[in-house]
């Protein structure tokens, strides 16, 4: 069983509609990140968050310590959300981040 | 203010043969990491440097892959001799450093995209 979970692997939704990506881990971490990835870019940070909940235009990202999970809203969604959306967490013990294999998103207009 | 900056974007070469890429992180940036990505898969930890020191190393293949950070701020990843198993994206990234460990924001440059024929 992976240390981080992401769900699903695969989302293909209508310009429009409301977006959630999960994702899931099984270790103690000081922080959880949700990273961008658009085809042949680079890696962009969305947010970085070890409670509650933080919003950046239409992107919302929740964390739910005690359950272990984390999810990432996008709201009235664009052709250009389209991107892999990757989980990453920083562990409690150490520096590594831990990555999750990222949810691929289209969004057709 | 300037991201981290990654040379070059594309690289093209036959397997055996030398490669290096180069690293600008953002200033002020004390922590800086060299990853791999493959295809369709999640980056990995090549390298983690704290200032010029090259704090974990453990992932990378040093029979044939070098770094080095001099003046602990521009950084190079070679490869000598390349494979072609090499053909991936290497990314680098950059954060505050310090004591803030993983709980620090990443910022990540657009990557070099290797190639070995």
């Known amino acids: 069983k992976n240390e981080v979970e992401q769900s699903p692997q695969n989302l293909t939704a209508q310009e429009g509609e409301f977006i959630t990506i999960n994702c899931s881990y099984s270790?103690?971490?000081?922080?959880l990140h949700w990273l961008q990835q658009h085809p042949g870019g680079g890696i962009v940070s969305l947010f970085m968050l070890s409670s509650g909940k933080k919003k950046h235009g239409r992107l919302i990202a929740t964390i739910n310590i005690q359950e272990k999970h984390s999810s990432l809203h996008i709201t009235a969604s664009h052709p250009r959300d389209s991107a892999v959306y990757i989980c990453?967490?920083?562990?409690?013990?150490?520096?590594?981040?831990?990555w999750g294999a990222g949810t691929k998103l289209i969004i057709k207009p | 203010e300037a991201g981290v900056v990654q040379s070059p974007r594309y690289k093209i070469i036959e397997k055996k043969q030398p490669v290096a890429f180069w690293c600008n992180p953002i200033?002020?940036?004390?922590?800086l990491y060299w990853y791999l990505q493959n295809l369709g898969q999640g980056p990995e930890l090549l390298i983690r440097?704290?200032?010029?020191?090259?704090?974990?190393d453990s992932q990378l293949p040093k029979d044939r892959f070098s770094a080095e950070r001099l003046k602990g701020v521009d950084s190079t990843l070679k490869i000598q001799p390349a494979e072609l198993g090499d053909s991936a994206v290497y990314l680098c990234?950059?954060?505050?450093?310090?004591?803030?460990?993983?709980?620090?924001?990443?910022?990540f440059g657009e990557g070099s995209r290797l190639t070995v024929l």
């Open positions: 200033s002020g940036h004390n922590t």
């Open positions: 440097y704290e200032n010029e020191e090259a704090v974990d």
């Open positions: 990234a950059s954060s505050l450093g310090g004591l803030a460990g993983p709980g620090e924001e990443l910022f």
């Open positions: 990453a967490v920083g562990m409690d013990s150490n520096y590594q981040l831990i």
């Open positions: 270790v103690g971490i000081s922080a």
